[in-house]
């Protein structure tokens, strides 16, 4: 292998709908990088063997996405404090003989909610789901200020476990907690000026599917899903057709990537002009259902 080229990866399972390689290759293109951007099938029990396996081969990095963003923590060198906090990697970088863990989830939600100017403090975030995602979220929207965070999740104690780790850790109280079911959401909405869909309901090919039943007016309400295949949700279209601002989860996935490629080339990358086109490219990658 060159070294002067980039050598880059994603490590998951499944993979296969994975539209971070058509992402990143897209970006190398666009900055005159050389460099490749490889999909790796990883089942849970060969993950620490295929991780050495890019370090020894001199990969620059990878990307690690489910079920891994917590395991791989564990063959890592050193963890920046954010990722540690999170308790989730989808990036490491391999540098002088040694693996360096990030979380570049959390810059791209926020940069994602900052492209539509969205003044956070003192707000009132729901946020459905309790797992690695929702960990980047709350994180994230506590950093923004936020007022007041209600999780809601299928699995009670995932979602207690969360609160009561990040008000201790992060020292944020204004969080509340209760079970992911139709009535208690009908409570919240009403109550909230941001609802974050982190859970995989309605990702292809459950496409019909949507986590929430809305049925009251949800104008200057914002409502995010992070699924992004589709890229407009069942949610998302159910959202918009009463009345909320909405954001699909295409757009923090760029981010995320773009972050992740700074990590690698130790560079800044200026977005703003290829943002659109690239939002485009993935876009006609998801609807066309093409090959990676
Ligand atoms: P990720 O890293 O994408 O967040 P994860 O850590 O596996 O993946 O978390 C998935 C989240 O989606 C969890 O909150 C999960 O709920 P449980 O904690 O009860 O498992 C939620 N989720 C997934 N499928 C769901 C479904 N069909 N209905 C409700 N919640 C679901």
Same mark, same amino acid.
């Given at each position: 292998m060159k070294p002067s080229t980039l050598h880059l990866g994603i490590l998951g399972y499944p993979i296969q709908h994975s539209i971070s390689p058509v992402l990143h290759q897209y970006l190398l293109q666009k900055l005159n990088l050389q460099g490749c951007y490889h999909l790796f099938e990883v089942k849970e029990n060969d993950l620490q063997d295929a991780f050495r396996g890019l370090q020894i081969l001199g990969f620059h990095g990878c990307n690690v996405t489910i079920p891994h963003k917590q395991t791989i923590i564990t063959f890592l060198d050193q963890v920046e404090p954010e990722a540690e906090i999170i308790g989730a990697v989808n990036t490491v970088l391999f540098k002088n003989r040694r693996?360096?863990?990030? !979380?570049?989830?959390?810059? #791209?939600?926020?940069?994602?909610?900052?492209?539509? !100017?969205?003044?956070?403090? #003192?707000?009132?975030?729901?946020v459905i789901g309790a797992g690695g995602a929702a960990r980047s979220v709350v994180y994230a929207l506590i950093k923004e200020q936020i007022g007041h965070v209600c999780l809601v999740n299928r699995t009670l104690a995932k979602a207690r476990q969360l609160v009561e780790e990040f008000s201790e850790k992060l020292n944020f109280p204004d969080m509340t907690y209760e079970l992911f079911e139709e009535q208690n959401i009908k409570l919240l909405l009403p109550e909230v000026d941001l609802i974050v869909n982190t859970t995989s309901v309605g990702m292809w090919p459950q496409v019909d599917l949507s986590p929430v039943k809305i049925d009251l007016d949800l104008e200057n309400k914002v409502v995010m899903d992070l699924v992004y295949n589709p890229v407009k949700t069942k949610f998302l279209n159910l959202a918009a057709a009463h009345g909320a601002q909405i954001i699909d989860g295409l757009e923090m996935l760029i981010f995320q990537g773009v972050k992740s490629l700074?990590?690698?080339?130790?560079?800044?990358?200026?977005v703003d002009d290829l943002f659109e086109k690239l939002k485009n490219r993935l876009i006609q990658k998801l609807q066309n259902h093409e090959p990676n």
């Open positions: 693996s360096w863990g990030f !979380n570049t989830d959390v810059e #791209g939600f926020r940069r994602s909610l900052k492209l539509h !100017n969205l003044p956070l403090a #003192g707000k009132k975030a729901l700074e990590i690698w080339t130790e560079r800044k990358i200026p």
